[in-house]
């Protein structure tokens, strides 16, 4: 028969704390960490956007009523697309500075886009004169109902200077 005896104990851990009257330190000069950097960084962004769409517009004075209206259907296979870079991925822009403002010369942007315009699509804009006319009144018109075809180009340049200082004494 065997017989296992298992033996727990506590030790006490003291702490002791000794205080010895005041402690007086020497004024030394102290050390001096100092660190600077300074940079600019420039930056060049386009935008170009491309949309298709319709436009109509009237105005009428007098014994004159408008109406406009346009439907614009795109076949399947229109393209719009933009790039930048020339065939070898090649593009510059080259802005020039003036006191009145400034100028970018761009190239190497292209853009293609085939715009084929599918059954169902129709522009209409018509005038009419009211019934019963004031003879008094000078009656004038203009209507119009048009497709639309935008690109534009937005080129931004910024330059950033920074500079950042750190000091420590220790």
Do not use: C
Not at 101 to 114: K, R
Not at 149 to 157: G, L, R
């Amino acid at each position: 028969m065997k017989h296992s005896i298992v033996v727990a104990s506590t030790i006490p851990l003291l702490l002791f704390s000794i205080q010895v009257g005041p402690v007086f330190s020497q004024a030394t000069p102290g050390l001096q960490d100092s660190r600077k950097s300074s940079g600019n960084a420039n930056k060049f962004s386009y935008h170009i956007q491309t949309t298709y769409g319709t436009t109509t517009s009237a105005q009428v004075t007098g014994n004159m009523k408008a109406e406009t209206e346009a439907v614009l259907r795109l076949k399947s296979g229109t393209i719009i697309t933009n790039k930048m870079g020339d065939d070898n991925g090649n593009a510059t822009a080259v802005f020039v500075a003036t006191p009145t403002g400034g100028n970018v010369n761009l190239t190497g942007i292209t853009g293609e886009n085939i715009f084929m315009i599918d059954d169902g699509t129709y522009f209409r804009s018509s005038l009419e004169t009211v019934g019963s006319p004031d003879p008094s009144i000078n009656s004038t018109g203009t209507a119009s109902a048009t497709a639309t075809h935008t690109t534009s180009i937005m080129v931004e340049k910024g330059e950033t200077s920074y500079q950042n200082t750190y000091d420590q004494t220790f």
